[in-house]
């Protein structure tokens, strides 16, 4: 059974830092890309990052570009998302999220169910 | 960035019910799209991708359909487990990008 359990998220202020991780689980970890996207409170899905298989490539929003930094480990089955200088509209449930491919297109098929980060004075 | 724009943003339905949940791209998308379900606390579950394809396990009340922009979810007779928030989301552009969410409430 695929699993993904993201931690590490908490309270920071404004201008400080997080690193979250995601533990994967039930599949090899290393054949996949990964995704972080986020939820606002009460508002939809966001997507902040993705990464290569190997690490090699990384991708990430504009409102993200950076400040964030997203890595993985593949001894460990684990990605990471670094949070930098943290900002008050940075507060969401992130969620990790394994990236499957259909005729050519890549998109996310499991989801973590989310660590919770709150950026505020 | 292509903007998508999900309706209705809610929706009252009983049991028994068939729903419709509309989502229109800012661009065309070559039904690369997505629909996920969402429960409170819970991780969001794919329903469909390429616009019609249900994933595995998924019940066939559940469908998809469309083209081009505009794009529909349809669950054919809605069962108590079925009331959630739903997205629908394009991967046209490496820039993922989501509809609003339909929170899907029992009348």
């Known amino acids: 059974e695929v699993q993904l359990v993201e931690s590490g998220g908490g309270l920071v202020q404004p201008g400080g830092s997080l690193r979250l991780s995601c533990a994967a689980s039930?599949?090899?970890?290393?054949?996949?890309?990964m995704h972080w996207v986020r939820q606002d409170p009460g508002r939809g899905l966001v997507w902040v990052s993705r990464?290569?298989?190997?690490?090699?490539?990384?991708d990430y929003a504009d409102s993200v570009k950076g400040r964030f930094t997203i890595s993985r480990d593949n001894a460990k089955n684990t990605l990471y998302l670094q949070m930098n200088n943290l900002r008050v509209e940075d507060s969401a449930v992130y969620y990790c999220?394994?990236?499957?491919?259909?005729?050519?297109?890549?998109?996310?098929?499991?989801w973590g169910q989310g660590t919770l980060v709150a950026v505020s004075p | 960035d292509i903007q998508m724009t999900q309706s209705p943003s809610s929706l009252s339905a009983s049991v028994g019910d068939r729903v419709t949940i509309t989502c229109r791209a800012s661009?065309?998308?070559?039904?690369?799209l997505a629909w996920y379900q969402q429960k409170p606390g819970k991780a969001p579950k794919l329903l469909l991708y390429?616009?019609?394809t249900l994933e595995s396990g998924v019940p066939s009340r559940f469908s998809g359909s469309g083209s081009g922009t505009d794009y529909t979810l349809t669950i054919s007779s809605l069962q108590p487990e079925d009331f959630a928030t739903y997205s629908c989301?394009?991967?046209?552009?490496?820039?993922?990008?989501f509809g609003g969410g339909t929170k899907v409430e029992i009348k």
């Open positions: 390429g616009a019609s």
């Open positions: 990464i290569k298989r190997d690490g090699s490539s990384t």
């Open positions: 999220a394994r990236e499957t491919s259909f005729r050519g297109s890549y998109f996310p098929d499991y």
């Open positions: 039930g599949f090899t970890f290393s054949n996949y890309w």
């Open positions: 661009q065309g998308i070559s039904n690369s």
């Open positions: 989301q394009q991967y046209y552009s490496t820039t993922l990008t």
